[in-house]
């Protein structure tokens, strides 16, 4: 596996007719991948590249420290927000907003104090000198963006940072830890509100606490007051930011139940149920019969051929004319871009479970017909680099940073589809879901087999609100209802069958387990489509 190759949008992007993207190239127009982004009288940009301030070399993540660094070197009219922070235990891949002021309206204004928030001089952790955390104080009508950190007791300079007008902030949660250590802590910020309207953009600062100091709680995110999506990519830069990041995704070597095509699922025979008729209606290619909008009060359902033969088939989907399906919306105050890729696959296959050392097959528990999983890319709208990628596992999943991935043919990042389930991960193996400390739990497998996909080669544009009419929603997208028919399962039949030879503890602890898992691990449920998932219209979960 190669690693990511960090560099600007014009290094790594090809534009869709093949030619190499220039300064000048096909990204031309728009200001998607401009490198600044005006948020209403406030420009911001992304700096990457960083300055080492101080760093400790214990504590946190893997117990290997963190490092604050300001960004260096800042571009010319541009101030700095707040430091920036990471832990040691990752290779350096970061970047914080800077700002300028536009508007001749005051959008920035210099600190009138500093609060000294905490300092390492009375602490045992292994460190690089002394660091010191300030918490500007803004002025009346003006919000502190991120901690400035220090390597000297003096306060900074009041030229050193700027604080922001209120009207261009947001309010912002805490993200992960990056560092804590004796009482001390610091974490991640991101805004509080998250979706397609949400206007809160991701600054790259933190926030800091210790025992008996000044909180640094009032932190604030940056705001798109603007509220415009000029910053977006048009349909042929989406084409192009799927050419270069589109990924890969392997299947196990055993999976026997693949992806599909919507037209090739519907064309093998896919069956429409309506409630109290007995006679289902075949789907059209496109899926243009389907009932559209409506409530999904289990009126009408999608099913499998009724032959058995055509029924088998249909399960086990098709790779050679296989098709994912994009959403593309804007996310974090449309300083980013995020591609959903949506992946359908026509069966999901039975669940095993793992107690200790025994694997237990748990019969036709997990089966069920219709199974969407997605993987998201995030990709900045300042420069068009991918930033992290969304691996959906089940009802959730995980954010991967670009540089935590394994990559193939460039900067395509990789992917493990678990089999049977079909849960996206990003390093094969075995993840157990439950409780993996006890080792029970439901099995998900993954491992390089001989089937995958480039989700770059068939894909297909179905949604992308921000660009109005230029894109057509299929049908089907539209299709509320279920992809499968409900089944009830006697799941505490079932796990005595398949429990005979454990101890009465173990077999009692396994189905608790069972019991406490989401619907749609088990198979009671069928799955509603993409556009009846919370991250349809806000962020991941």
């Not at 001390?184 to 991701?202: D, E, H, K, M, Y």
């Not at 210790?210 to 640094?216: D, I, M, Q, T, V």
């Not at 037209?263 to 389907?290: C, E, H, M, Q, V």
Request: glycine share 10%; charged share 20%; with cysteine.
């Amino acid at each position: 596996m190669n690693a990511f190759k960090r560099g600007s949008v014009h290094e790594v992007l090809w534009c869709f007719e093949g030619t190499m993207v220039q300064e000048d190239g096909c990204f031309e127009g728009g200001g998607f991948a401009k490198e600044v982004i005006d948020l209403g009288g406030l420009e911001v940009c992304q700096v990457s590249s960083f300055t080492k301030v101080w760093a400790s070399h214990e504590g946190g993540e893997d117990d290997a420290g963190a490092t604050f660094f300001h960004p260096s070197p800042i571009p010319s009219g541009f101030s700095m927000l707040g430091s920036y922070a990471q832990p040691n235990s990752r290779p350096l891949f970061g970047w914080v907003l800077v700002a300028r002021d536009t508007s001749n309206g005051g959008t920035l204004a210099k600190p009138v104090d500093y609060t000294l928030v905490w300092s390492s001089e009375s602490s045992n952790v292994k460190q690089d000198g002394n660091g010191y955390f300030w918490l500007p104080t803004p002025p009346q009508g003006y919000k502190s963006i991120g901690l400035l950190v220090t390597s000297s007791s003096e306060k900074p300079s009041l030229d050193q940072v700027r604080c922001v007008r209120a009207d261009l902030t947001d309010l912002c949660e805490n993200d992960a830890s990056i560092w804590d250590k004796d009482g001390f802590s610091v974490n991640g910020l991101r805004p509080a509100a998250r979706g397609v309207q949400a206007l809160g953009a991701w600054v790259g600062t933190f926030i800091a606490q210790a025992n008996g100091s000044p909180s640094s709680s009032d932190i604030a995110c940056l705001k798109n007051k603007a509220s415009s999506f000029t910053s977006m990519p048009n349909l042929s830069q989406i084409q192009a930011i799927m050419q270069a990041y589109s990924p890969v995704i392997y299947f196990h070597p055993d999976e026997e139940y693949l992806p599909s095509s919507m037209s090739w699922y519907f064309d093998s025979g896919a069956l429409l149920y309506a409630k109290g008729n007995p006679n289902p209606t075949p789907i059209t290619s496109d899926g243009s019969n389907l009932p559209q909008g409506g409530s999904n009060n289990g009126g009408y359902w999608i099913d499998l051929p009724v032959d058995e033969e055509k029924k088998e088939k249909v399960k086990k989907g098709d790779i050679p004319t296989s098709k994912v399906y994009l959403h593309v919306k804007p996310m974090l105050g449309a300083t980013f871009t995020d591609m959903s890729i949506w992946i359908f696959y026509p069966f999901n296959g039975p669940a095993k479970a793992k107690v200790g050392l025994i694997n237990l097959s748990l019969g036709r528990i997990g089966e069920h017909v219709g199974d969407w999983e997605h993987v998201t890319l995030r990709v900045s709208n300042f420069n068009g680099e991918l930033w992290r990628v969304y691996l959906s596992k089940h009802s959730s999943g995980t954010w991967v940073d670009a540089s935590q991935l394994d990559f193939e043919g460039g900067n395509k990042p990789v992917a493990y589809s678990s089999l049977h389930g079909h849960a996206n991960y990003s390093k094969p193996g075995l993840v157990l879901q439950g409780n993996s400390k006890l080792g029970i739990g439901i099995r998900n497998d993954t491992a390089k087999g001989k089937n995958s996909i480039d989700t770059g080669e068939r894909f297909e544009v179905v949604a992308a609100e921000y660009l109005g009419s230029a894109v057509v929603e299929p049908p089907w997208l539209n299709y509320e209802r279920e992809w499968g028919p409900k089944i009830t399962y006697d799941i505490g039949k079932k796990i005595d069958k398949v429990a005979k030879l454990l101890p009465g503890n173990l077999k009692n602890a396994l189905k608790k387990m069972v019991e406490s898992l989401p619907d749609e691990v088990l198979g009671e449920e069928g799955p509603t489509g993409p556009k009846m998932k919370g991250e349809w219209s806000m962020d991941e979960r």
